[in-house]
Every structure is written in C-alpha cells, then in structure tokens.
C-alpha cells in the first residue's frame, strides 16, 4: 500500500479542493474537509482470511478523479455515476444470489435512485425504481417506483424527505424529519410510515468532538431499543478508507456506521435489551502512510463466547 505522490494523485487532490467539499457526498457529515481532501490514497480491496482461506469481502474501483464507481460486495454490488457538475446521478444496487460468505447485507432491495439539484447543489428529488428481489440484472421492469422530494431549511439543513409510491403494491407514503444540535450536528432522524398501523422509528445521535458518532439510539417500530457506542482511532495515523466509498452516506434510522467514519473505529459495543456485544478492531500499518494494510477483529458475543476475525487491505 503505497501512496503515489504522481501527477493522477495531485489531479485528485485539486479534484476535491476544486469540487465543494459539501458536495462530496448526497448527505453532509461532520468530519474536517481539509482531511478528507488531504487523503489522496484509495481503499481498492478488502479480504476475509479464515480457515486456511482468504475471499474477498468487498472490491472498489474509482474513476480518474479519485470518485468511487463501483462497490463489489459478496452479497451485492453498487454502481455510481456522476454528472458534469460532479455530483452524484444515479446509485445503482444489485442483491447476488446462491452462497453468499458474509454476515453483511449491504442491501435489502435492488433499486436504482436517479438524483436531481438545485443551484446550491442540494438534491431536491430522488427517483428511485426498485426490482424484484431475485433480479439478476435491472434491465427489467421495477415492481415499484418513487418519487422522494427534499426539503431545506434558510440555513441549508435537510429538514425532511417525503417519499410518495408512484407504482407498485406499497402505497403508503414516508416521511424522514431530521432534527439539529445547537451546533448543527444532526441529533435525530424520525421516519414515519403512513400505513395501517402507523409505524414510526427515531434515531438519536451524540458526537465525539471531532464529529464522528460517539452513541445512537435506534428505536425500530416493533423491536428493542438497540444502542451503539464508538470509540476511534483518533491520533491523526490513520483514515478509514472505506468512508470515501460511499457517495451517498444516507442518514437513515437503520445507518451506516463504518462508511460514514472517517477515523478507523476502534471499539464498538452493541447493547439490546442488556445484551452486549463487542467489536474491538486493531490496525496495523505496514509502510506508513494513512491507509491500514489489515486489521484484527475480536467479536464477543453476548454469553461471553468471542472469535477473531481477520482481514488484509489493499489500497492505490
């Protein structure tokens, strides 16, 4: 894992210093934009080794501009295109089938989600077209579609996004309302289903000070209140990669933890109903740039039984 301090790396650093850095993803997050434009270096694989084995659990590809294109999960695979403005057009996702090696689902539905703006580079509506769960391809026809409009406040904060069936057999409309700190960090995210009975699920977020997550309190509609807590690798050595794969980062009640982090998370704990479970992750940095070459993972389950897992990085 080299960082190429090459002409392409210095064309994708004025990309970024160029392009509002607000811009980067569809939602803001909270972390220092001259870090994220500082980090010219790319996370291209990561790959599970147990058992003797090693698989690949998740590839990415760029265009020339240090963009992300394509993420190629063992479970799915998304596809990005940008207009010429450099801003997001369309997300494209795609459930694999048969064995699927992965305890993660990077997606519940195929779906395809187009993407419109304003003057300030703010998505006003998303079109989004989602395909029966055993699609192979989204050539077909979508057995659903929607019409997802944004709505801002005078200060530029996404206050609420209402998603309206256009076609299919769900009728009931969503809505997402976002809520702020006094310092204009989002502090919770209710999302409503206008159904029969009405379901409603809240998000509730702390900060550490350098905006990443500290704490969220997830509420789902019929399930345990679910609490997650992170702790980072916070000493200016390394950066999660996998944060500049996602040019979405959608804040949703059920969100992404790992691609909005910028720091690499150190420590996670997962509580439910008293039930714990820890993640503790550890790094390691074989030719001393930003990008970790590996890392170890010791999950321990809520009876107090834990297993290591590990995985090997490569980046450009």
Do not use: C
């Not at 058992?51 to 190629?72: E, F, K, M, N, P």
């Not at 940008?82 to 694999?96: D, F, I, V």
């Not at 720091?263 to 030719?287: A, C, F, M, W």
């Amino acid at each position: 894992m080299i960082l190429k301090r090459s002409f392409a790396a210095l064309a994708i650093l004025t990309a970024f210093n160029v392009s509002a850095y607000e811009h980067y993803s569809v939602f803001e997050d909270y972390v220092d934009s001259n870090s994220v434009q500082a980090t010219t270096a790319r996370l291209t694989q990561v790959a599970k080794e147990a058992g003797g084995q090693t698989t690949v659990a998740g590839a990415y590809s760029y265009d020339h501009l240090g963009r992300v294109t394509q993420r190629d999960y063992a479970d799915s695979t998304f596809d990005y295109a940008y207009n010429e403005q450099g801003l997001l057009q369309s997300a494209r996702a795609l459930m694999k089938h048969g064995s699927i090696n992965s305890y993660v689902r990077h997606t519940k539905e195929n779906f395809i989600s187009d993407y419109s703006y304003n003057d300030l580079g703010q998505v006003t509506f998303e079109n989004k077209k989602v395909f029966h769960d055993e699609a192979t391809n989204l050539d077909g026809t979508p057995i659903a579609s929607y019409r997802i409009q944004y709505t801002y406040g005078a200060d530029g904060k996404l206050l609420q996004r209402r998603q309206a069936p256009i076609t299919g057999e769900d009728t009931a409309v969503r809505e997402f309302h976002y809520y702020y700190h006094e310092d204009g960090k989002l502090r919770k995210i209710r999302e409503t289903r206008f159904s029969t009975p009405k379901e409603k699920n809240t998000l509730l977020l702390q900060y550490h000070p350098n905006g990443e997550i500290k704490k969220a309190t997830q509420k789902l509609f019929g399930k345990p209140t679910k609490t997650v807590e992170m702790e980072y690798v916070d000493d200016g050595s390394l950066v999660y990669g996998v944060y500049y794969a996602d040019p979405v980062k959608e804040w949703k009640v059920d969100v992404d933890f790992f691609g909005l982090a910028f720091h690499p998370i150190r420590n996670l704990k997962q509580t439910v109903e008293g039930s714990v479970t820890n993640y503790r992750y550890q790094y390691h940095n074989l030719d001393g740039d930003v990008l970790p070459d590996s890392l170890e993972l010791l999950l321990t389950f809520p009876t107090g039984a834990s297993t290591t897992l590990n995985y090997s990085m490569s980046n450009k």
